[in-house]
């Protein structure tokens, strides 16, 4: 077992090593490793993990798209994430996600979830973070992180 911090010592071991399961966290140190799924996976066969606090349909599509074979968000129950692990291993399809999206502008899309945030924002907006994430039925993290997404998107500098 090995654990990087770093997504080029992480894509080094993948070349050079053979394993059979990938367990990999979307956010790498503020790079989204999707971006790099090609890199992390060339030369090598095994099947990918991917474990997020960014639960969402936007997400999800993508790294099922780019090659992850299983999604679980960090705020799911955990507790059986051994069967997720043997699961994974054991199988020999990749599990497809369907979502739709309700708008796309130029090339962002986006998801029914990101319509809902953006509207509680503005709906909210005189609430706390750990307000609006109880509102919303997600984590406070999950919660940031929609709101970044969102804040480039819109190229939005602050909540006001």
Do not use: W
Not at 71 to 99: P, R
Not at 102 to 129: G, H, M, W
């Amino acid at each position: 077992m090995q654990t990087f911090n770093n997504l080029d010592h992480l894509i080094s071991f993948t070349s050079l090593n053979k394993f059979d399961v990938l367990i990999l966290d979307v956010n790498f140190n503020g790079k989204s490793s999707l971006d790099f799924l090609n890199e992390i996976k060339k030369n090598n066969n095994f099947k990918i993990i991917a474990l997020t606090t960014m639960n969402n349909n936007y997400i999800k599509n993508k790294a099922i798209s780019n090659g992850v074979d299983f999604f679980v968000g960090k705020d799911e129950d955990l507790e059986n994430f051994k069967e997720v692990i043997l699961t994974c291993f054991m199988s020999k399809t990749v599990k497809k996600n369907k979502s739709s999206f309700k708008v796309e502008i130029d090339n962002y899309k986006f998801t029914k979830r990101k319509l809902e945030i953006l509207q509680a924002l503005y709906d909210y907006s005189n609430k706390k973070e750990k307000e609006l994430s109880a509102i919303l039925n997600i984590t406070e993290s999950s919660l940031k992180s929609h709101k970044r997404e969102l804040f480039e998107i819109t190229l939005t500098k602050s909540t006001p």
